[in-house]
Each structure stands twice: as C-alpha cells, then as structure tokens.
C-alpha cells in the first residue's frame, strides 16, 4: 500500500494483524520516539489516548472508527493532537492504521486542544462565577447573624436591668419567666456566634491576637469555672496536669471556645454519675513540642465511620441524642476551625459504650512581649460560660 505525498511528509502508519501491532513505519519513530520493537506486539489501544467517551468505555470502537480524533502519547509522556483512520485489507488479514498530525489537516477542522482550551476557559468561568455565589451568601450570612444578635444583645440588657433593678420586687412566676428568656437568648447568641466565627475564618479574617500565658493555668480555670453544670447532673468533673505550667502562645478567647465548647459536650452526653476528665501534657511531634489539651467523658461513644462527620458544619454522629441534649451540629467544627488557625488540630478517640476523648494539639510556640501574661480567665468568661451551657439551665 503506498503512502500520498501528504502522508509521507507529515502522516505515519502501523500495521495490524489479529488486532496486534506488526511493524510502523519509519515516520512513526520520528513522531513518537519508539523504535518498532518497542511497540511491536502490542495493541493500539495502549498507544493511544482515547477522548470519544464511546471509546473510554468501550475500547474494541477504536477499530471501528473510521476518523478517530484523539491524543497519541510519545516516549517522553508528551500528548500528540491526531486523526486516525483505519483501512482493512482482506486478502492479508492487516490493518493499516493512518495517523495525520492536526497540523497536517490544516484549520478546516477545530483542534482538539483549542476544544480544551476553550473548556477549560468555560470551566474557570464557572469557577469565578461560583467563588462569587459563595461569597454573596457568606455576606449574607454575616448580616442576618449581625442583625440577629443586636436584638438579643438588647433582650439580654434589658433582662439585666430588671434582674438588678427590679429583683426583690418580681414574684416567683416572674423570675421564672426571666430565667427562661435568658436560657433561650443565650441559646441563640450561642448559635450566632458560632456562625459568625466559622465564617470569619472561612474568609480568613477573624483576627488572631496571640499572647504567652499559661496553658496549664488557663485549662485549670476554664474546667473550674463549669463545675456547677457538672454538679447539676451528679458528673465529676477533674482536672489533671504532668506540668506546674507551660506558656505558650495563644489567643485566650479562641482557646476558652475551643475548652468551653468539649466541656459542654463531654458533660451533655456523660449520663449521671459518669466523670469527666480534663488533662494538659506536653507530646512531641517530629523536631515540634506541642501542648496536648485532653477532654475525655463517659458518653455513648461514636461509630469509627461517624467520627470525621462530627467535625464538619451540622454534622452529627446521632441526630436524635442531639435534639434530645440541644446540639446544632456546629460547635466542633468551630473548634476544628480554630485549632487550626493557631497552627494546631483537633483529634478524636472513641469506642462505642466508652466514651469519647477529645484532643487539642497546640504548638508551643511564643511571641515577643515585654512579660509574660497573668494566669487568669478570660473578662467575658463567666458571660462565655453562661452562654455556652445555657441548656444547663433549669
């Protein structure tokens, strides 16, 4: 079979026989950089690269094609825009297989990469297009939230001017509804802030103000500060250390988020009776020292294929143990958030009708200062824990 004069400047053939490559021609090795005896033997699907979905699925169509339009690999890895076609040639049993690079066939054509291209181009449209839809309803978010906690941040003082004005005077029934409006209030603003954080370190822009104090003394008063909900429902609640104090740097209320919102958990699913422990260490981790803030209780435990799940926005291992305790599904995936934004991360250990330990692992780390900051909580952290275990109250 002679080659045209276009074939032989610029196109190249393989013979088939039973589907197997028999011998190429001289300008297949100047196109691919395989001598034939690299290729011979094998068949064409291993030497090309198929973009019909037909042929992906069903690679037995290559021979039936008749103009093939596809990518031809070379020795280097280096995709070859083609058009193939085959002739069958009955009295020998053989394929000749026709290969034309795109250039060779002029502009009548549109070229499969500039069909790339152009998806590509599309697909980064889409791109642009979606980071804007989600950047219009993180905006969105954040003023609803804002809009939401002024109200209650005026229900809140204005719950406290009656309690502090008016408190010998109100009945009982009075009081009653009082403490009532308040749990919810705080339940809310519980909520909201939570939504506020997460998204403000989604877009990156919560601000990290970090300061030397002592995570050991910060832990201790934190876990104290609780032990009335705990007493509530009849659970100890212990604090341990292997350390007298460690410093290290940190953002004392993203910390107090981060331990207030586990206490609450380990202390909501640990039934009466049950133990709660908190414990600071230090563990090392290739050439890091890390701080290792642990939270175990005495719950039900979560399923290995849940524990993931827990730390993702409104994900729950049990959504009706959470309805029944008042859980919105946000808390640890704002701690996960957190702990990360201070270089650090958030681990689990669990066993079914165990319990479950929680872990904040935090780099020891300092920045410049003139002294080291005092041990002591937090201003907001009586309001912080009020609003963190609101459904404690009754």
Known sequence: MKQNPAEREHGTSITLRNGLVKNVSQNFTSLTGYMPEMVTGKTIEELLVKDLKATLEKPELINKSENLHCFIFNKWMIPEEVYISFTECGASDETIVSIH?????????????????????KEQAEKEELKKALKAKDDYVLFIAHELKTPLAIINSAVQAIEYLCGNELSDKCKGYLKRIKQYSHKQLRLINNILDISRLNAGCLKIDRRNMDVVGLAREITESVKLYAQQKNISLKFSSALDSMIIALDEDMFERMLLNLLSNAIKFTPAGGEVNVSVSKTCSGSRDYARIMVRDQGIGIPEDKQQLVFE?????????????????????????????LGGDVFLESKIGEGSTFIIQLPVMHVQEYRVCENSPGQNLSQAVAIEFSDYLS
């Open 101 to 121: 690079t795109a250039d060779s066939l002029g502009n009548g054509r549109q070229s499969l990469r500039e069909k790339y291209e152009s998806l590509l181009e």
């Open 313 to 341: 926005c409104f994900g729950q291992a049990d959504y009706t143990l959470a309805r029944q305790t008042g859980g919105t599904g946000l808390g640890l995936s704002l701690v996960k958030k957190i702990a990360s934004a």
